[in-house]
């Protein structure tokens, strides 16, 4: 048989030799037909075209039985090797995926730790179980320093309310959020807040968030007096408390106040507004597997 060199190991080639392997270990054509689940012809044309591509006879075969040739042993023993390693490396890339190792950089809102549906809670708790290698930090923060933690690559995703979509970001919503307009029990308008007038709103000294809310959100505030600001929810709870101001809450951040009896929402069939909660990621930007495994297990 004419020499030849090989130049590349294909699939096909692989699997040739996964055919030559097992005739080998059969000790013929006939015992290796049930194990490979095709003809003795189909197995000789395998064989064929195997000797063909590496250019050397590999076994001899006939009335006196099957045998391999001195070049049949040395291919034989080099492709265990090779499969031997295909196999490792198999086993290794699987390992990988099991222990995933490296940091998770994540920015949430300040206060969204109350909120009921805790798809965010849960998922973080799916990463630290499928590997105590995965270093996880947490940024509470605005929106606005979410979203630039998430564009200039300090973060590697964020959960916000869905303000105004920034072009380079992906969002995709997590849940709604109601908020009312809150009053402590030191407040004069708390023994009659179901029955609030709507038409008084502007008489009342609100506290207003100096950060960026949405476009529904700025209209219900407008309907106010602002007297003070607050650069979070939790400084908005502070100075409600106090009684001398309305705000508005988030009713899930709310609940702990009022199942205390120390707030309650004023009209709160009629004062109230929805925030969209929203996962965003960069654009473009490849989704290594922690993060994948995070927003898969989100959406689940």
């Known amino acids: 048989m004419k020499p030849t060199t090989l130049r590349q190991v294909t699939d096909f080639d692989l699997k040739l030799l996964r055919v030559f392997k097992i005739v080998a270990e ?7 037909e049930s194990l490979l689940g095709i003809t003795r012809s189909a197995i000789s044309l395998h064989m064929g075209d195997l000797e063909k591509r ?23 023993r080099a492709s265990e090797t090779m499969m031997a390693s295909i196999e490792e490396f198999r086993q290794h890339v699987n390992q990988i995926h099991k222990q995933l190792r490296g940091e998770f950089n994540i920015g949430i809102i300040n206060n969204l730790v109350t909120q009921p549906m ?4 849960n998922a973080l708790g799916c990463l630290r ?5 995965i270093q996880i930090n947490i940024s509470m923060s605005t929106p606005t320093e979410i979203e630039c933690g998430v564009l200039d690559g300090r973060l590697q995703v964020g959960a916000l309310p869905l303000i105004m979509p920034l072009s380079g970001l992906n969002y995709s919503p997590l849940y709604d959020e109601r908020s009312h307009l809150y009053c402590s029990n030191k407040n004069i308008m708390f023994s009659n807040a179901d029955n609030f007038d709507y038409s008084k709103l502007n008489q009342l000294d609100a506290v207003i968030p100096s950060y960026r809310i949405s476009t529904e959100a700025m209209n219900h505030h407008k309907l106010l007096n602002s007297a003070a600001t607050a650069s979070d929810r939790e400084g908005i709870a502070f100075l409600i408390l106090t009684g001398k101001f309305v705000g508005f809450l988030p009713e899930h951040y709310a609940h702990f106040w009022v199942e205390k009896g120390l707030m309650k929402a004023l009209a709160p069939e009629q004062i109230y507004y929805d925030s969209k909660i929203s996962i965003v990621t960069r654009k473009g930007k490849r989704t ?13």
């Open 129 to 133: 179980t499928t590997s105590a290698n």
């Open 26 to 32: 059969c000790g013929s054509f006939s015992a290796a």
């Open 54 to 76: 590496l250019g050397m006879r590999l076994c001899q075969r006939g009335r006196a039985g099957f045998s391999l040739t001195d070049e049949g042993q040395e291919i034989l």
């Open 118 to 121: 805790m798809q965010i809670t």
């Open 288 to 300: 290594n597997a922690i993060l994948g495994l995070f927003l898969d297990e989100l959406k689940s």
